[in-house]
C-alpha cells in the first residue's frame, strides 16, 4: 500500500512508530499529485514544493500534527498565496492575511500541498462554474466532481492530498464528498470561524472537513472548531474532543427519515441504497421511524433567495478599487465600478446577484425576503421539532450521483435542484455528515446524509463511524480514473 | 412572472453590472424561471412568524472599541491595480 493511500490517522500511527517519515508523506502526496493532477485537474495553485521544504527543516515533529499535508478550498485566506476563488475577480489576489482556521492548522503545523478548485465565489454544484478550469470526478473523468468544493473531494478521492478544508452554503462539502465517494462534513452554524472565509452567503456560510474517513472527519473538526472574537457569528461553545464519539455503537439510537426525502426528484438507485443503509442501522440495534417533514419542499426556494439576498450584498466590496480585478475601459470612477465587476465576474455569480438584487429592491423585498426569511423561521421550527423525538435524521445527500461534465450547464434551474436535499440542513444551520453508502450499478459512488441537532456533532460522527465500520466502504471500492 | 426588459437594466444598475442587448433576454428567462420556482413560498402560512436574520440566537455581540493596527499594510496595498504614497489610486471624481 502506497502512503497516499493512507488517511491521516494511519500516518500519524506510523510516523509515531518510527515507520515512515514526514519528508516520505509528503513526497508521496507529489508524485501522487505529478501522476494524477493532469486528469483530475483539482488545484488552482499548487504549493508541494513549499511545503516540502518546510517538512525537511522540521528535525523532531513538536505538534502531533506538525508536516502533515492538507490541501485548502481557495476561498480560504492564505496569507502571501494567491486566493483566486476560481474567479477572474480575484486571479491575482494574494491574501494579506490568514484565515482563522489557517491560524489554527499552522499553530498544529500543518502544511498546505495547495488551493483547490471550487464553482467561482462557491456558487455552483459542479466545479464547472470555475474561471480557470474543470475538475473531473476521479471515479470517472467524463463527470463532474460536484460543487462547490469540487477541487477539495476529488483530491482527497483521488489521494492526491490527504484530507482537505471545504465551505458549505448549501451542500458544497457534502455533495461533492458524495459524489466523489468521501466524507464531508458540515458543522453547526458558528462552530468555526469565517473569518477569512471569502463570503458567499454569511448567515449559511460554514466551513468543514473533507476526509477519507469519519475518524479523519472528527480530529479534522477538533483542529478548526471554536469561538473566534473576530466573527461575531461564531458561537461562544465549550470546546470538545469530537474523536471520542467514535465509537461503534447505535443501539437505541432514534433515526428519523423524512419521506418527503425519497419523493420526486431523487434518483431511484440513489433512494434504494440509502433505505438499505437505514436498514443496516435497524439490524445494528437503532429505532428507525419514518415522519413527515413538510417544509423541507420550501427549503429550496427559500435558500436561493436568502442566499442570492446576501451574495449580491457581499460581492458588492469588489469594485477594482482596492483589490481584484480592474478594468482598462473606464473614464469615469463608476466606468471602473461596473466595466470592473461585469468583466471580473463569471455568468453564474452574475445571474445570482441579478436575482440577490432583485429580491432585495423596492416593491419585491416583502415578497420574496422577508417571506423566505419567515420561511425560514418555520424550517428551523420544524427541524427542532424533529429533534425532540430522533437523534439522527437520515436522507440522501444528493438526488442524483455525478452525471457527465457539460450535461446540465445549459439550465441553471436545473442546477439549483442539485441542492434539493442539502440546502434545508444549511437553512436550519444545524449540522450533516455525509459518508458513502454504496456505488450505482454505473459504480458511481452514492452517499447519504446523517443530519443532526444544533452543536451535537458528536452524536452524527459516532452514527456515521459505526456504519462505516459496518461496512468498509473504501476498502471495498476505489477511484478508477476511467474515461 | 414576467421581467421585463426595463426591469432587468434596472436591476443590472442597481447592482453596478451592464447587461448588453443581446443578454437581455437570458437574463430575463433565468431571473423569470427562478422566481416562478420561487412562488411556492407564498403557498406557506407565515401570520405572525417572524423573520430569522440566522439560526443562532446570539444578539448584540459587542467588544471593546480598540484601535489594533493591521501588522503588514504592503500585504494589503500590494493588491490594488493603482497605489500611491500608501494610498489607492482612483479617476478623478470632481
Not at chain 1, 443501539?251 to 443503509?277: D, H, M, T
Not at chain 1, 478599487?321 to 465587476?341: A, H, M, P, W
Request: hydrophobic fraction near 35%; include cysteine.
Amino acid at each position: 500500500m502506497e502512503l497516499y493511500e493512507l488517511t491521516v490517522h494511519e500516518l500519524l500511527e506510523k510516523l509515531d512508530n518510527k515507520e515512515i517519515t514526514l519528508e516520505e508523506i509528503t513526497k508521496s502526496y507529489i508524485d501522487r499529485i505529478n501522476d494524477k493532477e493532469k486528469d483530475v485537474q483539482a488545484f488552482v495553485t499548487l504549493t508541494d514544493k513549499e511545503a516540502l521544504g518546510k517538512v525537511q527543516t522540521i528535525k523532531e515533529r513538536k505538534t502531533k500534527f506538525e508536516g502533515i499535508p492538507i490541501g485548502i478550498k481557495d476561498n480560504m485566506c492564505i496569507k502571501g498565496t494567491k486566493t483566486t476563488c476560481s474567479s477572474k475577480m480575484l486571479e491575482n489576489f494574494i491574501a494579506p492575511y490568514n484565515a482563522t482556521v489557517i491560524e489554527k492548522l499552522n499553530e498544529e503545523g500543518l502544511v498546505s500541498l495547495g488551493k483547490l478548485n471550487m464553482d467561482e465565489f462557491a456558487m455552483g454544484t459542479t466545479t464547472e462554474h470555475s474561471a480557470f478550469k474543470k475538475t473531473c470526478n476521479p471515479w470517472n473523468l467524463n463527470k463532474v466532481p460536484g460543487g462547490s468544493s469540487g477541487g477539495a473531494a476529488s483530491a482527497v478521492a483521488a489521494n492526491m492530498v490527504p484530507w482537505a478544508l471545504g465551505s458549505d452554503t448549501g451542500g458544497s462539502i457534502r455533495q461533492p464528498a458524495s459524489l466523489c465517494g468521501v466524507v464531508g462534513l458540515k458543522p453547526t452554524y458558528g462552530l468555526v470561524s469565517r473569518y477569512g472565509l471569502i463570503a458567499y452567503a454569511s448567515s449559511l456560510d460554514q466551513i468543514g472537513p473533507i476526509t477519507k474517513d469519519v475518524e479523519d472527519s472528527a480530529i479534522l473538526l477538533n483542529l478548526i472548531a471554536g469561538h473566534d472574537e473576530k466573527d461575531s457569528t461564531s458561537a461562544n461553545v465549550d470546546k470538545k474532543d469530537y474523536t471520542k464519539a467514535l465509537v461503534r455503537d447505535v443501539k437505541g439510537l432514534k433515526i428519523g427519515v423524512p419521506k418527503e426525502y425519497f419523493g420526486e426528484g431523487i434518483n431511484e438507485e440513489v433512494s434504494i441504497s440509502v433505505k438499505n443503509a437505514i436498514k443496516k442501522y435497524e439490524e445494528m440495534g437503532a429505532i428507525v421511524e419514518e415522519f413527515s417533514l413538510p417544509i423541507a419542499d420550501y427549503a429550496l426556494a427559500t435558500y436561493y433567495i436568502i442566499a442570492c439576498a446576501e451574495a449580491s450584498s457581499n460581492l458588492g466590496r469588489f469594485d477594482g478599487i482596492r483589490y481584484g480585478y480592474r478594468t482598462k475601459n473606464f473614464e469615469s470612477l463608476k466606468d471602473i465600478y461596473v466595466n470592473s465587476r461585469t468583466e471580473g465576474f463569471g455568468d453564474e455569480v452574475k445571474r445570482r446577484i441579478i436575482l440577490g438584487t432583485y429580491v432585495l429592491s423596492s416593491g419585491y423585498y416583502d415578497a420574496y425576503y422577508k417571506k423566505a426569511q419567515k420561511v425560514r423561521t418555520l424550517i428551523k421550527d420544524q427541524f427542532n421539532s424533529a429533534f425532540e423525538k430522533y437523534d439522527v435524521i437520515i436522507a440522501p445527500t444528493a438526488p442524483n450521483v455525478a452525471f457527465n461534465i457539460g450535461e446540465k450547464s445549459n439550465n441553471p434551474l436545473e442546477l439549483y435542484m442539485e441542492d434539493l436535499c442539502t440546502v434545508p440542513i444549511n437553512v436550519a444551520g444545524v449540522p450533516s455528515i455525509s459518508i458513502p453508502c454504496g456505488v450505482n450499478s454505473e459504480g458511481m459512488p452514492i452517499g447519504m446524509q446523517l443530519i443532526g441537532k444544533q452543536f451535537d456533532e458528536e452524536t452524527i460522527i459516532r452514527a456515521a463511524y459505526t456504519y462505516e465500520q459496518e461496512t468498509k466502504f473504501m476498502e471495498n471500492y476505489r477511484p478508477t480514473f476511467k474515461n | 412572472m414576467a421581467v421585463s426588459k426595463e426591469e432587468i437594466l434596472h436591476i443590472a444598475k442597481l447592482a453596478d453590472l451592464k447587461i448588453e442587448e443581446n443578454e437581455i433576454d437570458e437574463y430575463a428567462k433565468n431571473l423569470e424561471d427562478i422566481l416562478n420556482f420561487a412562488q411556492i413560498i407564498n403557498s406557506v402560512d407565515t401570520e405572525n412568524v417572524k423573520e430569522s436574520i440566522g439560526t443562532l440566537n446570539n444578539v448584540n455581540v459587542f467588544r471593546k472599541d480598540e484601535v489594533k493596527e493591521f501588522e503588514d499594510k504592503e500585504a494589503l496595498l500590494q493588491n490594488a491595480t493603482e497605489q500611491e504614497d500608501g494610498m489607492f489610486r482612483i479617476p478623478k471624481v470632481i
